[in-house]
């Protein structure tokens, strides 16, 4: 039988790290990368292709709607059988879900990997992290089931969920965790072993979004997307700021980053009511674990009074990847409601 044909497409990031002036940049293109790993060729057949080289800061939307487009018209010709995306691990928890989002009911197999240590340091996991990602696109188990777990994220010998994954620690080769469900496989010796696959209710409602959607188009509109943190210490004042501006300083939506169960400061509100009679806001948990409140706290910046102002509540949804979603809906052009029915899937 012919071996699987996977295409990798590198981004850049801490996997593709060669030597700066005194420390390192991106430089090693997706053909080094793979030419860097021994026995890739035994697993698949492999076609490299560098995107981007940059550091993951610096990646965005737009570099994932074009990772997206190359993906779908890959598989419009029918020439590539799994896909593999190489980037910095700053981003990889946004950047996967957005593909997650805009592969939507794609049904082949997507895994997004990096490195936490760059190829000038000891035992670099770049390598072994781009074999086992091979190994998971190229696996029967994984392409069986690849419509129901989505894009995946693998580092450390464990496969996670693009809705599920963040990244927990700077350093850590174990850095990457799904804290609400665990991963859903585990890569051991030269196998694949699923042991569970994402909730992933909201995939029909982002699919029907994105249908007749030109990735192209969705380039050129931008609706830019303000995560707010909301601690003990800050009065407010940049809410107010925005709240008080015609245009809103230009963002398109926002996501608060809410204490507790999905809490902000009554000091907050006058401002919070306002921006969301304007824009979409959406209320998240900076906890980043567990899913919101809905009908417990009635207090003045509770649940219960978010939700009667017109604020989202985002569920379970963690702040950064509400950002994403929030950013794509916009895009779309989608509207309160269509917007409100995305987070049902995150109830």
Known sequence: MSKPRIAVYALGGTIAMVPGATGVVPGLSAAQLTAAVPGLGDVAQIRAETIAMVASPNLDL????????????????????GWVVTQGTDTIEETAFLL????????RPVIVTGAMRNPMM???????NILNAVRAAASPA??????????LVTLNDTLHAAAEVVKANTHRLDAFTSPQTGPVGLLIEDSVML????????????????AGQDLATLKTRKAPVLLAGITVTDPGLLLDH???????????????????GGHVPARMMASVATLAAALPVLIAGRVGNGPLL?????????????????????????????????????????????????????A
């Open 195 to 210: 042991t569970g696959a994402p909730n992933r209710p909201w995939r029909d409602a982002i699919a029907s979004l994105l």
């Open 62 to 81: 737009d570099i994932v709607l074009e990772v997206a487009a190359r993906i779908r018209a890959d598989a419009a010709r029918g020439d590539t059988d």
């Open 294 to 346: 809905t009908r417990t706290y009635e207090y003045a910046g509770s649940e219960m009074d978010l939700a009667r102002h017109g604020v989202l509540s985002a569920g379970r949804l963690h702040p950064l990847k509400c950002c994403g979603l929030l950013e794509l809906a916009l895009r779309c052009r989608a509207d309160r409601a269509t917007i409100a029915g995305l987070l049902a899937g995150f």
């Open 122 to 128: 000891v035992a670099p996991d770049g390598p072994a």
């Open 242 to 260: 925005i709240a008080a501006s015609d245009d809103r300083l230009g963002y398109g939506g926002i996501v608060l980053a809410g204490m507790g």
């Open 142 to 151: 994984v392409v069986r089931e690849a419509e129901a777990l989505g894009v």
């Open 100 to 107: 997650d989002l805009l592969l939507a009911g794609f049904g």
